[in-house]
Nanobody
Framework: QVQLVESGGGLVQPGGSLRLSCVAS????????MGWYRQAPGKERELVAR???????NYGDSVKDRFFISRDNTKNTVYLQMNSLNPEDTAVYYC????????????????WGQGIRVTVSS
C-alpha cells in the first residue's frame, strides 16, 4: 500500500512563508509526477503546483512567482515553498502523486495525501 504523508502546515501571518513536505512510501517502482492541490472552503480543489520526473514544473496562476515546487527523488519527497502568503491562500493542501506501484502486479495510479491545513491570518 502506497501512502503520501504531508507535513509543514499551520498558521502564518500575511506576508509570511511556509514549506510543505510530502513523503511517498510503500511499494513504489517509480514516481512519474508529484504535485500539490488545495481546496478552500466552498471552493473546488485546484492545482497549486506540479513537477514531473524530468523536473518540469507548472503552477496555478494565483501562486506563480510566490510558490515554488521541488522534489528529492532519492527520498520520494516533494516540497512546496510558499512565500508572500495572503489570506486567499488559506486552504487544505493535498499532496498528489502519479505512481507506478508494485504489489501483486505493476499498476500505475494516482494517490492522494490526507491533506494539511494552511491558515493565513493576522
Amino acid at each position: 500500500q502506497v501512502q503520501l504523508v504531508e507535513s509543514g502546515g499551520g498558521l502564518v501571518q500575511p506576508g509570511g512563508s511556509l514549506r510543505l513536505s510530502c513523503v511517498a512510501s510503500g511499494s513504489i517502482l517509480s514516481i512519474n509526477a508529484m504535485g500539490w492541490y488545495r481546496q478552500a472552503p466552498g471552493k473546488e480543489r485546484e492545482l497549486v503546483a506540479r513537477i514531473i520526473s524530468g523536473g518540469s514544473t507548472n503552477y496555478g496562476d494565483s501562486v506563480k512567482d510566490r510558490f515554488f515546487i521541488s522534489r528529492d527523488n532519492t527520498k520520494n519527497t516533494v516540497y512546496l515553498q510558499m512565500n508572500s502568503l495572503n489570506p486567499e491562500d488559506t486552504a487544505v493542501y493535498y499532496c498528489n502523486a502519479d505512481i507506478t506501484e508494485t504489489t501483486v502486479t505493476v499498476t500505475r495510479r494516482m494517490r492522494w495525501g490526507q491533506g494539511i491545513r494552511v491558515t493565513v491570518s493576522s
